[in-house]
């Protein structure tokens, strides 16, 4: 059979992406445009600027995203692209280029969620690698990113049931705030991570929020632990001990993830774990995961952790191979849910 090749659009967030993914799963390219030394002088995204940097990547991006897989658009079978959650006036700039190129070309638009995409990250290899073994269900989702965090259970592809979320602050939302507390350069997680591989996880004893009883999460009382700490050294003058610091806080986060995965793993009897989103590409968590999981776990590869297209490319797929084609009236939706 003819393999089916998808053309993928990101722009939710700070980053504009294409990529050309065949059968959900071969990633014949993946093209990101980072904005973040942009935003890194705002301390955070800033959306107006991301919106206006999206208008001025897309066409290249989409462009090299092609001739990097060495197709042309007529050898597109159909166009993926986020609707949602997301900025909106980033959002926008993705869908209108994805309905011109679907109009233009006369092939179908898939319209893909952002956190279906970050599950679907851990379907993807490259051309020449042996395919990592595909996910198995039912599975179990813990899905940790900049917006979200949320443990999702999937009894076959496209089907969600979302058992718990954060209270508060996503992961990396309490990764990129601490990051801020400890002057660490933007964003926060991958500058934590570097801080931590120097620290003492032992130094602080921070809260772990366990929410006994439900699936839940909560960073913000972590959050404020670090924050008294931080002020306790400031008050008295004292160089900040930023790697013990992190590296506590860390191995918080950590410690509550992987506890509470597991145990709705054994809970809801699936048969595997997946953990995806911009914090799955965390040393520590990927090396927690792999080491106290007593089932097998999948973590994308460390960059389509983050932002990318060729995870929409691959849920487009598994979309697109169920008849699930958007209209091309359709418009952004900014805070879509899984379920
Ligand atoms: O999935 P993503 O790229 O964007 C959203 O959909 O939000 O996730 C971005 C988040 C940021 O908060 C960033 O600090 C965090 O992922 N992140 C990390 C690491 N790399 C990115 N957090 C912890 N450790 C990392 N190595
Ligand atoms: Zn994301």
Redesign the pocket.
Known sequence: MKPARILAIET??DETAAAVVENGRLMLSSVVASQMDVHARYGGVYPEVASRQHVLSITPVIRQALAQAHVTLEEIDAVAVTCGPGLPGSLVVGLNAAKGLALGAGRPLVAVN?LEG?IYAAWVYEAGEIPPAEPQFPLLALLI????TELNLMTDHLTYRRLGATLDDAA??A??KVGRLLGLPY????S??KAAEEGDPQRFKFPRARLEGTWNFSFSGLKTAVLYEVQKFQKVDRPLPAADLAASFQAAVVDVLVEKTLKAAHTFGVKEILVA???S???A?RQAFRSQSDFPVHIPRLSL???NAAMIGAAGYFRFVRGQIADLSIDVQPTWTLS
Do not use: K, M, Y
Request: with cysteine; proline share 7%.
């Open positions: 939710s967030c952002h970050h990113s900049g917006g979200h990396g939302e990764f990129d964003p926060g997680g991958p934590i991570q989103g911009g914090v590409a965390n040393r968590l952790c983050t932002d």
